[in-house]
């Protein structure tokens, strides 16, 4: 179904105030509207990364209400784009745990899709320790959502190691997968996890990240990339804020898919 259309990952580097973060968040989205983006993607965690779970639950909305979904809201609406609002933290069912979601709003500022991180990230090396499993509550269900150009497929970060999540989705034509990777597993993973999801799925993947040192004092990988399903970078920004843009194109995505077929030669 893919129709050509412009697309944009924003990096940021997210700092312990969720109103600056906001603020940051609608400038860089207005910026790629203004250069012609119809959906734009936020990075995970984009209204505040911080190593205080605390803070976490103390931003966290219910689903449907609350601030940071208004002005996510209006934010699409104004601009009259689709916007992947990266990830923020949602209450549980749990009282004790939130979850990490991505809501998608639509240029009328409906949520459109809503997905809540599948996979955990549990992780031990060196100075970085993250246990994502003791605070957040694992989502269940994959989602996938259509524009009028794509159909697109989501993930969070760490769901990126799990090629089973993607490939059960129902032929995607662009992967959003945002995230704020460590920098050991992101120097050695990253770029290299991106690229296969792209190959093995012959689409296209928007991964936009938050990259540099934070507030509180955690330094993430960036690297925000859009790849194309050949596996080829369209465009990445290292480290900083910034925006990557790219065009999803029908032609190159047949083509790929058609001179090399492996999409049809699935053993299902
Ligand atoms: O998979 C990785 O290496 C990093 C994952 C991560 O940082 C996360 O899911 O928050």
Not at 14 to 40: F, H
Not at 67 to 85: P, S, T
Request: hydrophobic letters at 40%.
């Amino acid at each position: 179904m893919l129709a050509d259309v412009k697309v944009s990952a924003i990096q940021m580097v997210s700092g312990e105030d969720p109103e600056q973060n906001l603020a940051r968040a609608e400038y860089w989205v207005t910026e790629a509207a203004s250069q012609g983006a119809q959906i734009i993607a936020l990075p995970e965690y984009f209204p505040m990364l911080n190593r205080d779970e605390r803070a976490k639950f103390a931003l966290a909305e219910h689903f449907g209400s609350g601030m940071m979904q208004d002005r996510l809201a209006q934010l699409a609406q104004k601009l009259g784009i689709w916007l992947v609002a990266g990830s923020l933290p949602l209450k549980g069912k749990q009282a004790d745990k939130v979850t990490n979601t991505s809501l998608v709003f639509d240029p009328s500022g409906a949520v459109a899709a809503r997905y809540d991180k599948i996979h955990l990230f549990d992780f031990q090396k060196g100075d970085e320790c993250y246990q994502e499993s003791a605070s957040i509550e694992a989502g269940q269900q994959p989602v996938c959502f259509d524009t009028p150009w794509a159909r697109v497929g989501l993930g969070i970060c760490y769901d990126l190691r799990f090629p089973e999540l993607f490939r059960g989705l129902d032929d995607v034509d662009l992967l959003v997968i945002p995230a704020a990777f460590t920098v050991p597993t992101g120097r050695s993973h990253w770029e290299l996890l991106l690229r296969a999801r792209a190959v093995e799925n012959q689409c296209y993947l928007m991964a936009p990240a938050q990259g540099g040192q934070h507030d509180s004092g955690r330094v993430t990988w960036g690297h925000s990339m859009i790849v194309d399903p050949w596996g080829e970078i369209l465009g990445q920004q290292d480290l900083g804020e910034g925006i990557v843009t790219g065009t999803l194109s029908k032609q190159r995505f047949d083509e790929v898919r058609r001179q090399l077929p492996a999409w049809l030669h699935r053993r299902l």
